[in-house]
């Protein structure tokens, strides 16, 4: 991504699938976040998504 007049700066994306025993899709998550130093704010987006998917999971 080429951000005004300064240099090439990344971009995080990620995802988190669930699929059952026989390969199917069951539940997709996409997380994304604007480039930054350090990638914590992405780091935080996914571990929050995990806990999520995970308290629902256990309903």
Do not use: C, W
């Amino acid at each position: 991504m080429y951000i005004l007049g300064e240099k090439f700066k990344q971009v995080m994306v990620g995802t988190i699938g669930l699929h059952d025993k026989d390969g199917n899709r069951l539940y997709t998550s996409y997380i994304a976040s604007h480039p930054e130093h350090g990638k914590e704010l992405f780091k935080k987006k996914m571990d929050a998504e995990i806990i999520q998917i995970k308290i629902s999971i256990r309903m």
